[in-house]
Each structure stands twice: as C-alpha cells, then as structure tokens.
C-alpha cells in the first residue's frame, strides 16, 4: 500500500512539474513606450521615475524626405544630412537609448512631413527602381555603426507601418502603390542593407494595423511580424486586448512563423476598466501566446488630436488605476524581456 501511495505521488509530482514547464521554458515579454515627444530624455526619466524601471523598448521616428528644406523647398531625394530634419538615423537618441540598455525601434517613415502628397516620398515604384539606394544605404550604415558601438545589440526598424491603412500618404493605395509595389520596396530595402553588412544589426518590423497575408513580404526579408491593437472605448464599443490579440494572432500564424511584436497598444479610459483591459490583456497575451514576444504601449496624447482619438496616455484616468497595473506589470519577471 504504502509503494502504491508513493508512485502516486510521484507521478502527481510529475503531473505539476510537467504542466508547470511550458510556461517556465516561456520567453520573457519584453515591454516597451511609444511617445512621439522631441523631449525623449524626459519621457524616459518621468517613466523610470514612475515605474522603477525605463522601458526595455522605445520608439523614435525618422522621415526619409524630411531634410530640414523649408516650407518652400521641397525636398531632394539623395542622400540626407546629419542635423538636417530628421531623415538621418537617428544617431544621438540611439545611442542615448543603448546606453541605458534599451532597444531602439525606429518607425521609418516614407513621406516628407511638409510636403505628404509629394510622391517621390510616398511611391513604392520609387525605391524599387534604385533611387533612394544612397539614402538607404546611408541610414543603414549608420544603424550598424551604432550596433556596434554597443556589443552588437539589435536595433529595430518599422519601416512603411500600417500601409494597409489608407491614412498614411505610403498607403497601399494612394498615389500608384500596389500590393506588389510595396512588397517589392520591402525585399529591396532588405536587400540595401545586406550590401552594407547591417542587416545582422536590424530587426525588421512588418506591422500593420490588422494583419493580412497578401500584403506580407515574405519571412526572408522580416524579423518580426506586428499589428495594433487599440480599444477606442467609449468613442466606439469597448474591445478587450485578449479579444484583439486572440484574432490577429491566429490571423498572423496562417501567413508566418516568425515571432510576433505588438507594435502599438493603448485603451481609451472611458466605457470600462482600463486598468483590467490592462492587466487582463498582458497575462493572456503571455500565457495564451508564445510567439508574442514584445509590447509597446501608445502612451501618448499628442499626434492623435487631430485624428478624433482618445487621450492613450497611461496617466488617464486619473484615479491612477492603469498606472498601477502598469507598474506591476513592468516589474513582473515575465515581461522583463530582452528584444533579440
């Protein structure tokens, strides 16, 4: 009898340790800010200072045809100048970010901020025919400089985000880009930054705002596969994170096997509880999803004013109560993750 107790209990003990494993062998959730501010060294402080921690992922934003021209000069399609608008990669933010052990993921944006409808920054045609290869190379070049600089850590990159969008000047779409259009642009982009040596350095970002197989590039040219999750909340109908995440996840698995990167997330405050949006969200989106391997949060109020969204910012509501849970989250060993 009591032999029969003891395998019993070994195989219960084997059971737990078991079913325990998956979610032990689990990669880390690495989290991250997205904040458009030109005052990134304030974000970052105000957000250490608030959660005991500066994100593990931060947004910075470079604009191919902004050269820092003027309103009545259009800008030229060569090469960029460091310090002129901010076509240049980013170098000095970059490197502030590395030093502090955060990953960099730049949205790279295809247009010139004055000028939107200006097609030379906006046409897929025109990168595939090789004209803005200098520029390209250039950009590349200098992530790798400062990949380098900093043990060879990887930097990301989200070029053309949400094309399949139509608010975007780059949109698949507008002006005479095509589906086809923009998957080529893609695999010549990849291919500018093999002939310098950076493409070990970048981690390529496919994102848009729901995912769809026929605008994807193919897994040879992406790192990782992203979409946007956003919870309008009272402006339209409450959506839950783990409804959202649930959807596209399952969407993205019939097109990819690469790992997945929730490039922007945020919840209006109004019409439910944000902070259990919040929490509930994350834990499933770890337990549920292996392959979600990154989340960065929208928290900001500043460039959606004039697009009728909310005010995402983390701060609201004002009760605290997302912040809260913010907080808990970052500190949580299971979204403590290193992009890699």
């Not at 989106?285 to 910012?313: E, F």
Request: glycine share 8%; hydrophobic share 35%.
């Amino acid at each position: 009898m009591r032999r029969s107790i003891t395998i019993i209990s070994l195989l219960v003990a084997m059971a737990i340790l078991f079913t325990a494993m998956p979610a032990a062998a689990r990669t880390k959730i690495t989290l991250g800010i997205s904040n458009p501010s030109p005052d990134y060294v304030g974000v970052l402080e105000n957000h250490k200072a608030r959660y005991g921690r500066y994100p593990a992922m931060f947004s910075l934003w470079s604009s191919w045809g902004s050269r820092g021209q003027g309103a009545n000069k259009p800008a030229p399609v060569g090469s960029c100048t460091y310090g002129q608008g901010t076509c240049f990669f980013p170098r000095d933010a970059v490197n502030y970010l590395m030093d502090r052990n955060i990953t960099p993921v730049i949205w790279w944006q295809y247009t010139n901020p004055e000028f939107p409808s200006q097609g030379t920054f906006s046409r897929y045609k025109v990168i595939t025919r090789g004209t803005h290869d200098a520029y390209i190379r250039q950009w590349a070049n200098e992530l790798k400089l400062a990949s380098r600089a900093h043990n060879n850590r990887p930097i990301g990159v989200r070029p053309f985000h949400e094309a399949t969008g139509t608010w975007f000047p780059w949109s698949i779409g507008r002006f005479d880009n095509t589906v086809q259009n923009y998957k080529g642009a893609w695999r010549h982009l990849h291919a500018q930054f093999q002939k310098v040596g950076a493409r070990k350095h970048a981690r390529f970002i496919w994102s848009n705002y729901t995912p769809r197989k026929g605008s994807y590039p193919g897994d040879q040219v992406i790192n990782y596969v992203g979409f946007t999750v956003l919870n309008f909340g009272s402006q339209k109908k409450w959506r839950t994170m783990t409804g959202i995440v649930n959807d596209f996840v399952r969407r993205t698995k019939q097109f990819s096997k690469r790992p997945i990167l929730i490039t922007e997330v945020a919840s209006h405050f109004k019409g439910g509880n944000k902070a259990k949006w919040l929490r509930t969200g994350y834990l499933s989106a770890y337990n549920k999803h292996p392959r979600v391997q990154g989340i960065l949060y929208l928290d900001t109020n500043v460039p959606q004013r004039g697009q009728r969204h909310p005010d995402w910012r983390l701060i609201q509501p004002k009760n605290g109560s997302a912040v809260a849970v913010y907080r808990q989250l970052v500190n949580n060993p299971r979204f403590t993750g290193r992009l890699r």
